[in-house]
């Protein structure tokens, strides 16, 4: 599935004031986005040249462009608007348009106040969090990074029967409902709120699942603070893949989040760990207690 529809009203997007000598007036921004998003395939179908009034209405203006709700996005600025797309699983933007005010725009997946950011890419992954597709997050030279699914597990369960691959990490839930409980209530929670987390390592070459690298929250002295985590398969290990991984994971955590720094909680007799911490940069601060157990806190700063 790709996004091949852009469904929106110009009207809607309108920003001129009644004593504006400008009958309308777009966002730089949006103008930019309409222009680009042709190159990709991308419809757009303006719903001010229809008098699409209600669902089966949209649904014959989709006909015409020979396009299944499912393949669209709605980008929209009032509540009537996206009520047009009750029943249809149709990707959805709201943007708080200034003269346009008192709009609840509670159905849509994200409200943007502007379109600075916002561009095929942004637009991509909306659609892609409607349909329950897993977000490719970071490309390494050999490996994607990408969210996980429910059909990963089958392999990941594999992975972690390595003698030593839970030698100093928690393994899966022996209970497979229990684990798969846990991993979608991880997609809703952890993905689509923060938008980053623990992802999938996958080698691009053969679509390996490798291991799992990212992002998790750690409350250290009273604090939510950034931590970063790997875990190789053992038969991919010794390959650099462990630091390319996290290589790229520091490139985002400095880039995508507002974080000052991260950390590694590290057992001591973990001496891969360790070393490639060092390697990365990071700095020993102290040993904490966690859990039962004696970890050392490594710290690298993300912003100088």
Known sequence: MTL??????????????EDDPERF?????????????YRYGVQIIN??????????KLKVVLQLHQLDPEDCLMLGSTDRFFA????MKIASVGYVNPVLPRQKLSSVLMVVEGFEEVDFYFLERMYQREHGIPWTVIE????????????DLDELYNLYQGKEITRYIEGLNEDRKKEEE???????????????????????EDKKIIGRAGLNHREIHGKISLEMGYIIGEEFQRQGYAKELCEGILEYAKEGTEFEEIHCLIEKENLVSVHLAENLGFIWQEELKIQGKTMQRYTKTLHF
């Open 182 to 204: 846990y991993t979608k209530a991880y997609i809703q929670n952890m993905y689509r709120f923060y938008g980053y987390g623990i992802w999938i390592a996958v080698r691009r």
């Open 4 to 17: 091949q529809g852009l469904i929106l009203s110009l009207q809607e997007m309108n920003i001129a004031k």
């Open 25 to 37: 007036v777009m966002e730089d921004g949006l103008t930019e986005l309409l222009d680009g998003i």
């Open 140 to 151: 390494t030279e050999r490996c994607d990074l990408r969210e996980i699914t429910l059909d």
């Open 84 to 87: 047009l797309a009750e029943g």
């Open 47 to 56: 719903l001010d040249m229809f008098q699409a009034d209600d669902s089966e």
